[in-house]
């Protein structure tokens, strides 16, 4: 099993001297500020934009941000891949530590270790969670129902059901296993930190120990017990000679159930602050729950995961729309400025359950495509319902709420929600 290491070696080529100085932006994509405001007006602006250049840790980076830009980063990996070219000043964009995964894989490698994910997330197996994530989400609500009137939608429900959505009801974790996954998470952030030439932050190490030492545990748990669940199922291709390596078992793992967590649980979050701000909306839901499908949508275009996603890099010499990016070139898509490109959402600050919008990008698209998808809306479908229905004077316990945001940098997840009603 191979962990995080330390390279000193020749550093990325600088592109600055080759590239468009009027097509700087001005912008530091891992300072706080930035996440914290660009919802209000910088994204909507971006939308309209032409790819331009900032620097993320002093490297020239291309950013996409039109909704046909950032699909044709998404849907071509042979221009854009995510497999991260060997400098060592790119380790910042590592953020799984040097465990390999699907997240960072393209071609063959991608494709094969995908096809052996999918049946762990067809709408057959989908559906096989429902009865569990009905009672998860009914328990979440009665304990809300215990805590109320006033409560944080975000401690007290988005992110517990989302941890126990995924890793108790689709992967079968215990608590203690849910646990560690869930410092993985939240540890995210601190490989961003990373500076050339030095290793990872210590509490990022210990977390992917943690991680090693839990996936070995579960590994041996499913080898004597299998299941029809996506552990099981990626345990039984390794054992069975289906050409997935060791380590690439333990990195699977690790990127769904790390990964996985708070860009769902930002989903929900993200959904409950929107109706609170449009209270007529809320109450149109309660009114019409026929319209759950179309909220969903339009909740996730309007307020999506993240800001960014993970990055891809030019794979040669190319360009977007006249803008040149060059091979070795990190280019990072943002699917939030994309599901606020007038092109294809009119009025695209408007929120409108009714607007029921097609081609988000929320969960991305190509070959990338988020593979759990499917689940994620049907939990974002039921939490969001089953709320609402549940307490008739849902609302923000203060209507001039402003949100800060947490998680990994790009990530849009509330740090708290607070909610009441009576």
């Not at 499913?222 to 996506?230: A, I, K, L, T, V």
């Amino acid at each position: 099993m191979n962990t995080p290491q330390t390279t000193t070696a020749q550093t990325a080529p600088d592109f600055r001297q080759r590239m468009d100085a009027s097509r700087f932006v001005n912008v530091d994509l891992v300072d706080e500020n930035f996440r914290q405001n660009a919802l209000n007006d910088l994204l909507a602006d971006w939308a309209t934009r032409k790819p331009f250049y900032v620097l993320r840790n002093s490297l020239p980076v291309t950013i996409c941000t039109r909704h046909r830009d950032v699909k044709e980063v998404y849907n071509n990996p042979q221009r854009f891949t995510v497999e991260i070219p060997p400098w060592p000043d790119y380790k910042v964009f590592d953020i799984f530590g040097g465990l390999e995964n699907v997240l960072q894989m393209d071609g063959e490698n991608h494709e094969r270790i995908r096809r052996l994910m999918t049946p762990a997330f067809t709408p057959h197996a989908v559906l096989r969670l429902e009865a569990d994530i009905d009672r998860i989400i009914a328990e979440q609500i009665d304990h809300v129902a215990a805590v109320g009137p006033a409560f944080d939608a975000m401690e007290d429900f988005s992110r517990p059901i989302i941890m126990r959505a995924l890793l108790e009801a689709a992967l079968k974790l215990k608590p203690d296993q849910q646990a560690v996954f869930a410092q993985m998470h939240d540890s995210i952030a601190l490989a961003t930190q990373f500076v050339p030439g030095e290793p990872f932050p210590d509490e990022f190490m210990a977390a992917v120990g943690e991680v090693i030492r839990i996936t070995q545990e579960i590994v041996a748990e499913r080898r004597q017990s299998p299941g029809d669940d996506m552990i099981s199922l990626l345990v039984t291709a390794r054992d069975q000679g289906q050409g997935l390596t060791e380590s690439e078992l333990f990195g699977q793992i690790n990127a769904i159930c790390s990964a996985g967590i708070g860009t769902t649980a930002a989903t929900i979050g993200g959904a409950l602050l929107m109706l609170g701000k449009h209270p007529d909306q809320l109450e149109l839901l309660r009114q019409e729950p026929g319209l759950i499908d179309s909220t969903v949508e339009e909740c996730l275009r309007r307020h999506g995961p993240g800001i960014l996603t993970f990055v891809r890099f030019a794979t040669e010499d190319t360009e977007i729309d006249g803008v040149p990016i060059f091979k070795d070139m990190p280019v990072m898509a943002s699917i939030q400025a994309a599901d606020l490109d007038p092109v294809e959402f009119p009025d695209p600050m408007r929120f409108d359950i009714r607007r029921n919008p097609r081609g988000i990008v929320a969960f991305g698209s190509g070959p990338h495509h988020c593979i759990g998808n499917r689940m994620g809306r049907m939990v974002m479908k039921k939490a969001i319902l089953g709320l609402v229905q549940r307490f008739p004077k849902l609302r923000l316990a203060d209507a001039h709420f402003k949100p800060v945001y947490g998680g990994f940098p790009g990530e849009l997840s509330l740090v708290t929600l607070p909610m009441k009603f009576d």
